[in-house]
């Protein structure tokens, strides 16, 4: 039955990434990165992850996380826009450039080939089915099924809703962009966008975007 699962999983993914990067190579990256990242963002008392399988669009995050190429930054163009700044205002601005906007001048554009393939998978909702490594049990959820965990009282000091966008990679396929949002009942939640890099055949957190104030 598990074989059964994985291989409508795996088709799943098949199906919304057609015609683009390497089937095989994306689905499997995509389930070590989503184990990475709700991994990263789960407090450690969570004893089941509840996955929503319809995954966010960029529609339904673009007010709290812009997601522009343009808007991009090295490290050393950061800094030298903040040496720049004659006003305070100015400055501050570019503070807040370098803090949020600014990446490594070697990943540039690693992050901006991973920034435009996360704005076109994540154009419309697909249904995610990817099995994934977490360190307690998991099940996914459909949208209705949310409402009912929801109140469910028995869950609401043992477990966690993740909501997932679909992944963005670079051209290289070593770093991934991908939003998490996490409810955790009584317990209050989350919500990011992060960066994930490959480092010794691992995901690690590289950068995580801050949200959007205007």
């Not at 450690?44 to 996955?51: G, R, Y």
């Not at 960029?58 to 190429?69: E, I, K, S």
């Not at 991908?178 to 955790?184: E, I, K, L, P």
């Given at each position: 039955?598990?074989?059964?699962?994985?291989?409508?999983?795996?088709?799943?993914?098949?199906?919304?990434?057609?015609?683009?990067?390497?089937?095989?190579?994306?689905?499997?990256?995509?389930?070590?990165?989503?184990?990475?990242?709700?991994?990263?963002?789960?407090?450690?008392?969570?004893?089941?992850?509840?996955?929503?399988?319809?995954?966010?669009?960029?529609?339904?995050?673009?007010?709290?996380?812009?997601?522009?190429?343009?808007?991009?930054?090295?490290?050393?163009?950061?800094?030298?826009?903040?040496?720049?700044?004659?006003?305070k205002a100015e400055k501050?601005?570019?503070?807040?450039?370098?803090?949020?906007?600014?990446?490594?001048?070697?990943?540039?554009?690693?992050?901006?080939?991973?920034?435009?393939?996360?704005?076109r998978v994540n154009q419309n909702s697909i249904n995610l089915d990817v099995p994934v490594s977490l360190p307690q049990p998991y099940r996914f959820l459909s949208d209705d099924e949310v409402l009912t965990f929801t109140h469910d009282p028995n869950l609401q000091t043992t477990a966690s809703i993740f909501w997932v966008s679909v992944i963005g990679f670079s051209r290289d396929m070593n770093l991934g962009l991908?939003?998490?949002?996490?409810?955790?009942y009584a317990w209050g939640g989350s919500a990011g966008l992060y960066a994930f890099k490959q480092q010794n055949g691992k995901w690690q957190l590289a950068s995580s975007f801050c949200p959007n104030k205007s």
């Open positions: 039955m598990r074989g059964v699962f994985v291989s409508v999983a795996l088709l799943s993914l098949s199906l919304a990434f057609q015609g683009q990067t390497p089937t095989q190579t994306r689905e499997t990256l995509s389930a070590t990165l989503y184990s990475a990242a709700i991994s990263n963002v789960s407090p450690s008392w969570v004893k089941q992850f509840l996955i929503v399988r319809s995954t966010v669009p960029y529609a339904r995050t673009d007010l709290g996380f812009l997601v522009d190429p343009d808007l991009l930054l090295s490290d050393s163009e950061a800094s030298q826009r903040y040496a720049q700044a004659s006003s501050h601005k570019a503070l807040h450039d370098e803090l949020c906007n600014a990446v490594p001048d070697a990943d540039r554009d690693a992050y901006v080939s991973a920034i435009r393939d996360y704005l991908v939003y998490v949002r996490r409810d955790a």
